[in-house]
T-cell receptor, first 114, second 114 residues
Framework: DAGVIQSPRHEVTEMGQEVTLRCKPI?????LFWYRQTMMRGLELLIY??????IDDSGMPEDRFSAKMPNASFSTLKIQPSEPRDSAVYFC????WGSGNTIYFGEGSWLTVV | GNSVTQMEGPVTLSEEAFLTINCTYT??????LFWYVQYPGEGLQLLLK?????DKGSNKGFEATYRKETTSFHLEKGSVQVSDSAVYFC?????????????FGQGTTLQVKP
């Protein structure tokens, strides 16, 4: 079975450019999470969706970040404009809604903003 | 809110040594608890979980027992291998309710030398 699929795996972009990260969750999962991982801050939850609806976006760092989930099989995380401090690994993860259910992670999108 | 405290790394062991990574948490009630592992260049993946108090989760020779009296979920392995070198995350739920969100701490880096 396919796991969580993310693209691009690696991206290098210049400061000020728009970055769009994409995610396809595991089929049948109804919760989707976007995390950011850095050495300094560890793994941070940015936003999560249930049944395509954003439930909690309190982790989104600022207005430059936005996330959408237009349907059950696709989500995007957009940064506009990008800044060097946005350099990190961004993980998408999915699960079945509910406590005790395993969260499955994608391989991550490694973003470098220069 | 809920929180997790994990022993700091890096932990450096020789092959076949005994491993313990301590984890304590605060949470409402008796939620499911998880250990995730992240190998270099990859996303997090579930290592094991325990869904209720006094349960023992196990996988790949790793074990952790859900101890409600000490609110701990320490990870152990009797004989580590070089291939176990990775970052390990203890993950209790993030908040109360049934959302399935998890808290991930800074993680503990394990280095196993041949």
């Amino acid at each position: 079975d396919a796991g969580v699929i993310q693209s691009p795996r690696h991206e290098v972009t210049e400061m000020g450019q728009e970055v769009t990260l994409r995610c396809k969750p595991i089929s049948g999962h109804n919760s989707l999470f976007w995390y950011r991982q850095t050495m300094m801050r560890g793994l941070e939850l940015l936003i999560y969706f249930n049944n395509n609806v954003p439930i909690d976006d309190s982790g989104m760092p600022e207005d430059r970040f936005s996330a959408k989930m237009p349907n059950a099989s696709f989500s995007t995380l957009k940064i506009q404009p990008s800044e060097p401090r946005d350099s990190a690994v961004y993980f998408c993860a999915s699960s079945l809604w509910g406590s005790g259910n395993t969260i499955y992670f994608g391989e991550g999108s490694w973003l470098t903003v220069v | 809110g809920n929180s997790v405290t994990q022993m700091e790394g890096p932990v450096t062991l020789s092959e076949e040594a005994f491993l313990t990574i301590n984890c304590t948490y605060t949470a409402t009630g008796y939620p499911s608890l998880f250990w995730y592992v992240q190998y270099p260049g990859e996303g997090l993946q579930l290592l094991l979980k325990a869904t209720k108090a006094d349960d023992k989760g196990s996988n790949k020779g790793f074990e952790a027992t859900y101890r409600k009296e000490t609110t701990s979920f320490h990870l152990e392995k009797g004989s580590v291998q070089v291939s176990d070198s990775a970052v390990y995350f203890c993950a209790p739920p993030n908040g109360s309710g049934n959302t399935g969100k998890l808290i991930f701490g800074q993680g503990t880096t394990l280095q196993v030398k041949p």
